[in-house]
């Protein structure tokens, strides 16, 4: 399967700041990129779609104004928390969409710590 | 709107012992599934999936898994577990038209006993 980084693995930061996660495919090129969180103990829940060059489609319930999606190329999206709070703490995992297996590529997660 | 149901938090197995995994979906139509591994501050891997055709399906690291239409599973299995096996099990059901959005259950945090 594809190879995709995250980058920061782990960041901390104070609240009200803003934390900017990139996600890079190493290997493959994908035109939809999703963008999950992960709460300690608890699933995978989906935040947005995005598509190359197009606006992030966002789950209900998701601020697009807080979590701004840029997928910047066809192996670049970033994710970036704006006035981060410490309810925002969370695993954040990106993942390629690859329309030929149907399957997903997920990322390795970056650890986000709101103090 | 779909649903995933893994009903065992933890499950403890001793190293060696066979691993059934269960998992049950709620989907208006034939869904595609998925199991998923995922070790402690890591990314998820792919272990297996289902699309169509054979209702038993291989995965990698030994792992296997069949689709149940009538009961809605997807049960992940193994004959034998190894310590290395010890992670969080994801089963995850999509659409079967494209790779979009996935669902995926609250998953099953395996503990391999010596």
């Known amino acids: 399967g594809a190879v995709v980084s995250q980058h920061p693995s782990r960041v901390i930061c104070k609240s009200g700041t803003s934390v900017k996660i990139e996600c890079r495919s190493l290997?493959?090129?994908?035109?939809?990129m999703f963008w999950y969180r992960q709460f300690p103990k608890q699933s995978l829940m989906l935040m947005a779609t995005?598509?190359?060059?197009?606006?992030?489609?966002?789950e209900q319930g998701v601020e697009k104004d807080k979590f701004l999606i840029n997928h910047a190329s066809l192996t670049l999206s970033t994710l970036t928390v704006t006035s981060a709070h410490p309810e925002d703490s969370s695993f954040y995992i990106c993942?390629?969409?690859?329309?030929?297996?149907?399957?997903?590529?997920f990322g390795p997660g970056t650890r986000l710590t709101v103090l | 709107a779909q649903s995933v149901t893994q009903p065992d938090i933890h499950i403890t197995v001793s190293e060696g012992a066979s691993l059934e995994l269960r998992c049950n979906y709620s989907?208006?139509?034939?869904?595609?599934l998925f199991w998923y591994v995922q070790s402690p501050g890591q990314g998820l891997q792919l272990l297996l999936k289902?699309?169509?055709?054979?209702?038993l399906v291989q995965g990698i690291k030994g792992f296997e898994a069949e689709f149940k239409r009538s009961q809605s599973s997807f049960n992940l299995r193994k004959p034998s577990v190894h310590w290395s096996d010890a992670a969080e099990y994801f089963c995850?059901?999509?659409?079967?038209?494209?790779?979009?959005?996935?669902?995926f259950g609250k998953g099953t945090m395996l503990l391999v006993s010596p």
């Open positions: 993942s390629f969409g690859d329309s030929m297996s149907n399957e997903q590529f």
């Open positions: 290997d493959f090129q994908a035109t939809t």
């Open positions: 995005s598509n190359e060059g197009s606006k992030a489609t966002y």
């Open positions: 989907y208006g139509a034939t869904p595609y």
């Open positions: 289902y699309f169509s055709g054979d209702t």
């Open positions: 995850a059901v999509g659409p079967n038209s494209g790779y979009s959005t996935l669902t």
